[in-house]
């Protein structure tokens, strides 16, 4: 992209058309006009309606930061996982991962035309005003910035997990005296939240992973000794606390276990 000179003072206008950009300016039959020479990055700029006044370029180094802490990469795979194995399977987990893939570059396609065009820092109050219809460009753009500045931290807080259980049955389970599907039934129905019964939402999850294992995924504070209470309360619904006993075999892992009559019968208590 060329620039064409002009003697220092002089005063000049700045095509948009001939830069390929979608300005602000082209709505309005108007241009920018400069004084000074200044590089195509600084050209394109101006013909936004902006003057340069940061740094306008990432390194690979930032690329990665970028993505892997705001985007959350690493973090949403890891806490969403259990829920595709568990659901769809090893099959429907990488199938799935590989069509939303492919689907989901049309959208990246699309903001990339967008960002290419209108390659501005603040590019979403900015598009907003320049796609918006005539007359309606100031409360695009203000519509915009209000809804924006929430979704960074909500994004951050479904990625943050608060605490994961495992209630490991498989020994009564393929037994037949203990039935999974039935006490993770239990569990979603009597786990409070927010002092409420029957009212998890999308801050504790409760999945049945087969051979026997429930697991418990919650984004609020929930204490492992909570856990071990409603699953006594529910042996003892079942007529089941007479024979199995609830044992801590790892952190945020639990274990059904048979009554040793010869070894020490006293559950662990949740340190």
């Known amino acids: 992209m060329s620039v064409s000179s002009a003697p220092h003072g002089r005063r000049h206008t700045?095509?948009?058309?001939?830069?390929?950009?979608?300005?602000?300016?082209?709505?309005?039959?108007?241009?920018?006009?400069?004084?000074?020479?200044?590089?195509?990055?600084?050209?394109?700029?101006?013909?936004?309606?902006y003057k340069q006044e940061f740094k306008r370029d990432f390194s690979i180094w930032s690329c990665f930061?970028?993505?892997?802490?705001?985007?959350?990469?690493l973090?949403?795979?890891?806490?969403?996982?259990?829920?595709?194995?568990?659901?769809?399977g090893q099959a429907g987990s990488v199938w799935g991962w590989i069509v939303a893939s492919i689907l989901i570059q049309f959208v990246a396609l699309s903001m990339a035309e967008l960002c290419s065009s209108m390659p501005t820092a603040g590019g979403l109050y900015y598009a907003a005003a320049v796609l918006a219809p005539d007359g309606w460009g100031p409360l695009a753009s203000w519509v915009t910035g209000c809804?924006?500045?929430?979704?960074?931290?909500?994004?951050?807080?479904d990625t943050e997990l608060r605490a994961q259980y495992?209630?490991?049955?498989?020994?009564?389970?393929?037994?037949?005296?203990?039935?999974?599907?039935?006490?993770?039934?239990?569990?979603?129905?009597?786990?409070?939240?927010?002092?409420?019964?029957?009212?998890?939402?999308?801050?504790?999850?409760?999945?049945?992973?087969?051979?026997?294992?429930i697991e418990i995924v919650s984004h609020q504070e929930f204490s492992g000794r909570y856990l071990k209470y409603l699953t006594k309360k529910f042996l003892?619904?079942?007529?089941?606390?007479?024979?199995?006993?609830?044992?801590?075999t790892s952190k945020g892992e639990y274990s059904l276990k048979f009554f040793n009559v010869v070894g020490d019968d006293a559950e662990e208590d949740e340190e």
């Open 75 to 88: 973090p949403s795979i890891a806490s969403t996982l259990s829920y595709n194995l568990a659901y769809s």
């Open 147 to 157: 809804a924006f500045p929430p979704l960074p931290r909500s994004g951050v807080e």
């Open 236 to 248: 003892k619904k079942q007529q089941l606390r007479d024979w199995l006993r609830v044992v801590s």
């Open 166 to 213: 495992i209630i490991n049955a498989k020994q009564p389970a393929d037994d037949r005296i203990f039935d999974p599907s039935a006490f993770a039934t239990f569990l979603q129905q009597r786990i409070k939240v927010d002092g409420r019964t029957g009212n998890l939402g999308d801050t504790i999850t409760v999945s049945n992973l087969g051979d026997g294992r």
């Open 14 to 49: 700045v095509d948009e058309s001939a830069l390929g950009v979608t300005s602000i300016f082209q709505k309005n039959n108007d241009h920018a006009v400069v004084d000074h020479d200044m590089d195509a990055d600084e050209e394109v700029l101006v013909s936004l309606g």
């Open 65 to 73: 930061s970028v993505s892997f802490s705001i985007l959350g990469i």
